[in-house]
């Protein structure tokens, strides 16, 4: 296999990986507040899924905006949800590091291509 289908197969590992991780943090924080709140927060979910699932289709450009976007507004979700319980959870650490970390790393590895 050569440099540039590694990368390509390494690209599609990690976006397989980053939906479950999305799907698995949407759970894991799930229910963010009010219903309103709780509604945007799957929204924002579904979009960051969307994003992933588009760029695993190949529109890669297109689907890491979307995915980015969700991204950052999910950190802000978490950090919603973290001032609301009035104390620090792991759970929200991770949520947000994850958010940030992982289109970094998918933004890393499609400009490798």
Same mark, same amino acid.
């Given at each position: 296999? !050569?440099?540039k +289908?590694?990368?390509?197969?390494?690209?599609?590992?990690?976006?397989w990986?980053?939906?479950?991780?999305?799907?698995?943090?949407a759970?894991?924080l799930y229910?963010?507040?009010s219903?309103?709140l +709780?509604?945007?927060?799957?929204?924002?979910?579904?979009?960051?899924?969307?994003?992933?699932?588009t760029?695993?289709?190949?529109?890669?450009?297109s689907g890491?905006?979307?995915?980015?976007?969700?991204?950052?507004?999910?950190?802000?979700?978490?950090?919603?949800?973290w001032?609301?319980?009035?104390?620090?959870e792991p759970i929200?650490?991770l949520?947000?590091?994850t958010?940030?970390?992982?289109?970094s790393?998918?933004c890393?590895l499609?400009?490798? !291509?």
């Amino acid at each position: 296999m !050569d440099k540039k +289908n590694g990368r390509k197969t390494a690209l599609r590992a990690w976006l397989w990986i980053s939906v479950i991780a999305a799907v698995t943090g949407a759970a894991l924080l799930y229910p963010i507040g009010s219903a309103p709140l +709780n509604v945007l927060f799957f929204l924002i979910k579904a979009g960051m899924v969307a994003g992933l699932l588009t760029m695993l289709r190949g529109s890669l450009s297109s689907g890491s905006r979307l995915w980015t976007v969700c991204s950052g507004l999910a950190v802000l979700m978490t950090i919603m949800k973290w001032a609301h319980a009035g104390h620090a959870e792991p759970i929200f650490i991770l949520a947000i590091i994850t958010d940030i970390v992982m289109p970094s790393v998918a933004c890393r590895l499609q400009r490798e !291509d």
